[in-house]
């Protein structure tokens, strides 16, 4: 099993750049969510989906897409990247029967300059 | 407003002591209560969590303390070790919804 995978690692985008993080689980976890972790700060639930078509929006939103046609993939759109998506993502699923135990990748240090 | 805070950003132990860590809250509606530990270049991984039900959850070295009361809960790692300096990240949850709130994290550092 190789959990939460997420690509790429790093990235430098220019403003108004567009780019799509990819991220994919194999342990068939209906629950998928992305973050953002800025510097001294927690994570904020960008968007989270419970199933197959189903997405919904978290705490920050905007400036984001996102969709799910797959059980194993969630990937992350940016239209018109700004320097305040600067930040480190993250991606994480659960299973229908863990309470809130949410399984991480390792991230995607993004930078817009 | 944040509803979930470590106000301890980091916090040095030495190693075989005890550790520590601190987590408040303000949303009364929180039942379920997490731990996550992440090193540099890596995801949080989930270290231990607890019910509101209870006040106490004791996994190996690790326990966690819950204070409904004072809407307080710690995390107790004795003894500490070499491979516990990390982030800690507190988080919470309520009902059956499907989101986490995170506080900001502590930076442990275990001296040898």
């Known amino acids: 099993n190789a959990g939460v995978t997420q690509t790429p690692k790093f990235r430098i985008l220019k403003i108004g750049q567009s780019m799509t993080l990819q991220c994919t689980q194999d342990?068939?976890?209906?629950?998928m969510y992305w973050y953002r972790q800025d510097p001294g700060m927690g994570l904020k639930l960008i968007y989270y989906?419970?199933?197959?078509?189903?997405?919904d929006k978290g705490e920050v939103p905007n400036g984001y897409n996102v969709s799910r046609s797959t059980t194993e993939d969630f990937p992350l759109r940016l239209e018109l990247a700004a320097p305040s998506q600067t930040s480190v993502y993250f991606c994480?699923?659960?299973?229908?029967?863990?309470?809130?135990?949410?399984?991480f990748g390792p991230g995607t240090r993004l930078t817009v300059l | 407003d944040q509803q979930v805070k470590q106000n301890s950003p980091s916090l040095s132990v030495q190693e075989g002591r005890i550790s520590i860590l601190n987590c408040d809250y303000t949303?009364?509606?929180?039942?379920?209560f997490l731990w996550y530990k992440k090193y540099p270049a890596e995801g949080p991984t989930f270290l231990i969590s607890i019910s509101s039900i209870k006040d106490k959850n004791e996994d190996g070295r690790f326990t966690v303390f819950l204070n409904k009361s004072a809407k307080h809960l710690s995390l107790h790692i004795v003894p500490s070790q070499p491979g516990d300096s990390a982030v800690y990240f507190c988080?919470?949850?309520?009902?059956?919804?499907?989101?986490?709130?995170w506080g900001a994290g502590t930076k442990l550092i275990i001296k040898p």
């Open positions: 994480a699923s659960r299973g229908q029967n863990s309470y809130n135990e949410q399984f």
């Open positions: 342990m068939n976890h209906n629950y």
């Open positions: 988080a919470a949850s309520w009902d059956s919804n499907y989101q986490l709130i």
């Open positions: 949303n009364s509606m929180f039942d379920y």
């Open positions: 989906s419970v199933g197959a078509g189903i997405t």
